[in-house]
Each structure stands twice: as structure tokens, then as C-alpha cells.
């Protein structure tokens, strides 16, 4: 397991990741409305969607041998080596439009995705 942060100096080079202010506090909002505060956003990549891969969205409270912690402002991310594989580099905001609220990744390494942004191609 490796636990990173955004204030950490010994991160691999290109296997980070960064969680925006807004996705960092609706994290921070739902793992208190769970009455969790150990509650963390697990984000997954798996085969499948429109466009080869997709994202998945989950809250854990455990973080496995494979997983990278990363951490902003009282909220936290986990992800597992494989996805981190193909996530290395990406942002994760929350954004709230006229479609709705959402958590959306921001992924330098997909090539192509869906118009809804769920799923990608390397």
C-alpha cells in the first residue's frame, strides 16, 4: 500500500494522482453524512463501456496491499495498482451542472472516451 498525499515528496514519478477542493469536500460531505469518517472514494477501472474501459465509483472504508492513498484536505482516495495503471496523471473534480452532480475524471492518458465521460479508450 502506498499513501500519498499532494504535500508528499517521495511520490513515483507519474503514479500520482490529484483530487480537486470540490471532489475533496463532497468526499468529506458524504463520508459525514455516512457517519463514517473513515469512509474514502475508491475509484476503479475495469473492461467494459462504450469506449473499452470504465470508471467506477465506490466508497471502502478498507485499503488493500494493492491500493494507493492519496489525500486532500480531510478527504481520501484509494485506488488499486492495475487502475492506477491507467489513471497515473489524472485529476478528479466534482462538478455540478444542469446534467447534474457528478464525479468526473480528468484522465491524460485516454485517448477517446464517451460524450458522458464514463468510459475510455487508451
Same mark, same amino acid.
Given at each position: 500500500?502506498?499513501?500519498?498525499?499532494?504535500?508528499? !515528496? =517521495? /511520490?513515483?514519478?507519474?503514479?500520482?494522482?490529484?483530487?480537486?477542493?470540490?471532489?475533496?469536500?463532497?468526499?468529506? +460531505?458524504?463520508?459525514?453524512?455516512?457517519?463514517?469518517? =473513515?469512509?474514502?472514494?475508491?475509484? /476503479?477501472?475495469?473492461?467494459?463501456?462504450? !469506449?473499452?474501459?470504465?470508471?467506477?465509483?465506490?466508497?471502502? /472504508?478498507?485499503? *488493500?496491499? =494493492?491500493?494507493?492513498?492519496?489525500?486532500?484536505? *480531510?478527504? +481520501?482516495?484509494?485506488?488499486?495498482? /492495475?487502475?492506477?495503471?491507467?489513471?497515473?496523471?489524472?485529476?478528479?473534480?466534482?462538478?455540478?451542472?444542469?446534467?447534474? !452532480?457528478?464525479?468526473?475524471?480528468?484522465?491524460?492518458?485516454?485517448?477517446?472516451?464517451?460524450?458522458?465521460?464514463?468510459?475510455?479508450?487508451?
Amino acid at each position: 500500500m502506498s499513501i500519498l498525499s499532494e504535500n508528499q !515528496s =517521495d /511520490t513515483p514519478a507519474g503514479r500520482v494522482m490529484n483530487l480537486t477542493a470540490s471532489a475533496a469536500a463532497r468526499i468529506a +460531505k458524504l463520508a459525514a453524512l455516512e457517519g463514517n469518517p =473513515d469512509q474514502m472514494l475508491r475509484l /476503479t477501472v475495469s473492461g467494459g463501456g462504450c !469506449s473499452g474501459f470504465q470508471y467506477g465509483f465506490s466508497f471502502d /472504508t478498507a485499503v *488493500n496491499e =494493492d491500493d494507493h492513498l492519496f489525500a486532500r484536505d *480531510n478527504a +481520501k482516495m484509494v485506488v488499486d495498482d /492495475t487502475s492506477l495503471d491507467l489513471l497515473a496523471g489524472a485529476e478528479v473534480d466534482f462538478v455540478e451542472d444542469l446534467m447534474g !452532480s457528478y464525479f468526473k475524471v480528468n484522465n491524460p492518458n485516454a485517448a477517446s472516451s464517451c460524450g458522458c465521460g464514463a468510459s475510455f479508450s487508451v
